[in-house]
């Protein structure tokens, strides 16, 4: 991507060298500097494609013309990450990609695709936009970063601080896709939240002071706590007020506390030390009545403050249904969040259906219930809902 200067190409190239390596490499054995091999190959098939395309001489040019060895180039980008402190490669790849030139979303978009392997579907779900919408930001970022020739290289660690947002955003958003997948086949990827949590270890210790990263590795390990309790035996979901708590991670549930505590010492309050402290609250309750929901109620009007989003929203309107009545939630969903934009996200029918049903509004609510069902992601959320709807009558 440095060399070329285009996304695409770079994605396209260094494909094709892997599955000439795939092919070559049994046969002929592994080279002595597999990375050199790959550049060297990448670089190759980059050029080619450049060639092919006629219209396109700048970029040609500009690539047969490069003499810097692979392996030099692979020791220069060594040398760069160890100036920056960044001795993980995938959290260095994320860095490279949250490039400040392109706007938050796109940066954070791009990554998740590029660098975190999100489809275009799961990142559109992500930031609740169809897909056609997201495919067109991916292509936009893209088209940016190649028309105005946006360097890609790690920053000094001096300048690490205009990144870390969206690289936290990055972190966050992938183990959100793994706490609740978008996938058919598997409502929770443990692998993801896994690599989110790991990578947030490793931004935390490259930035042991910045709060908002200690405060967003609290809220995953608090949230990633009580995950042997959302499914059954049988693989289906169970709700927050359901699960058996004696099956949460009460290890990790000390530790999310302990380095949420050491965040909010700071005094610099974030969005990921409010959504960590809403964690700790249920974590702390020794069951669902016993949880402190004005409290959290009272959290998510500050995060909103900070994240102004349907998801925020939706998730305050439970709040603050659980902490007065059904009938408040469902005035603060209707207030703060466009229903007819929202019509095919499907936590909001899910959500309003199961606040009707408290309410008492039963016809409602299985309106909302049969919605939901048509758009769940998952069959572990399918059927979960279709037994809601089921239990109406």
Request: net charge negative.
């Amino acid at each position: 991507m440095r060399r070329f200067g285009d996304l695409d190409v770079a994605e396209e190239a260094l494909q094709e060298a892997l599955v000439e390596a795939l092919v070559r490499w049994p046969r002929e054995g592994e080279p002595r500097n597999a990375a050199a091999w790959l550049t060297s190959v990448a670089r190759s098939k980059a050029i080619d494609r450049l060639r092919r395309r006629q219209r396109r001489p700048d970029k040609e040019s500009a690539a047969a013309n490069l003499e810097t060895l692979p392996a030099d180039e692979i020791e220069e980008l060594t040398e760069s990450l160890d100036a920056a402190g960044v001795a993980d490669d995938q959290l260095a790849l994320i860095l490279l990609c949250c490039h400040p030139a392109l706007n938050n979303d796109a940066q954070v978009a791009l990554t998740l695709r590029s660098v975190a392997g999100l489809s275009t579907d799961e990142i559109a779900r992500a930031y609740v936009v169809d897909v056609a919408t997201m495919a067109q930001r991916l292509v936009r970022a893209k088209n940016k970063i190649r028309t105005a020739g946006i360097p890609f290289g790690v920053p000094h660690r001096e300048r690490l601080d205009e990144r870390i947002d969206a690289v936290m955003q990055v972190v966050y958003l992938v183990f959100n896709e793994g706490y609740a997948s978008s996938r058919e086949d598997a409502f929770i990827r443990h692998d993801l939240c896994g690599e989110a949590i790991r990578l947030g270890r490793t931004l935390h210790a490259l930035v042991p002071d910045h709060a908002e990263v200690t405060g967003l590795l609290a809220l995953m390990l608090l949230a990633d706590a009580r995950a042997p309790g959302r499914l059954d035996a049988h693989g289906d979901l169970v709700t927050l007020e359901l699960q058996d708590r004696t099956r949460w991670r009460r290890g990790q549930i000390q530790e999310g506390v302990g380095l949420l505590q050491r965040a909010m010492s700071t005094k610099h309050t974030g969005r990921y030390q409010i959504e960590a402290a809403i964690a700790a609250l249920h974590s702390a309750a020794p069951s669902a009545d016993a949880t402190d929901w004005t409290q959290i109620d009272a959290l998510y009007q500050s995060l909103l403050r900070y994240v102004p989003t349907p998801v925020v929203a939706l998730n305050g309107a439970v709040a603050r249904a659980m902490a007065r009545d059904p009938e408040s939630g469902l005035a603060m969903i209707d207030e703060m969040i466009d229903l007819d934009e929202m019509d095919r996200w499907y936590l909001l029918h899910s959500t309003r259906a199961e606040l009707l049903r408290r309410a008492g509004r039963v016809d409602d609510a299985r309106a909302e219930f049969s919605r939901a069902v048509v758009l769940a992601p998952s069959e572990t959320e399918r059927n979960f809902l279709s037994n809601r709807l089921a239990a109406l009558d």
